[in-house]
């Protein structure tokens, strides 16, 4: 079993965390530095995709080189917020097949409602990466993966920027068999539901709705 919980401390990574948890960074550049960390989050979390030598030729001589094996990955957005961590991902995985999931919390009881629910049909042949920017109570997160759990992935990891100690507690209650890779663990989820420093609200950050 994978360790359950990576942290990617990757100095670009943080530093590029501090810029976008600073209030008065304008959207655009929110975006610009989302799309960029999601790159690097992709390249930690596809480190063990396996491999297999393949026979090719280079202008010079024939030889065998590695590639990646199998039908590998599906990339799944939990919408809204998701969509900046896909994007950045494609830059970098451009032949993922991509799914999503609408859920959307409910303010007051902080539990999430499907909405939205659309992923390729070879789902069950392939590798899967759930993003989402944060895991916060870990409400969304759980009912998502109960949910593609039903689409039988060969297997699911879970990516996010940020998480709160008690979103990934629960989340491992409910999903031990899922490993989470976030860059950064806050301190405490506020009153709300956000976590605390945080970032705000990821979508409205993103989007700049308020
Ligand atoms: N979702 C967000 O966008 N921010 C939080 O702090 C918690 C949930």
Redo the contacts with the bound molecule.
Sequence with gaps: MDKLVTRIDHPLVQHKLTLMRQKETSTAKFRQLLEEISLLLAYEVTRELPMAMVPIETPFAATTSPMLAGKKLVLISIMR?GQGILDGMLKLIPSARVGHIGLYRDPRMLMPVEYYFRVPDDVSERDMLIVDP?M?TGNTAIAAVHRLKETRPQSIKFVCLLAAPEGIKAFHEEHPDVPVFTAAIDDKLDEH???LP?L????DRMFGTQ
């Design positions: 917020a944060m916060a539901g956000y976590i945080g705000g609200d990821a979508g």
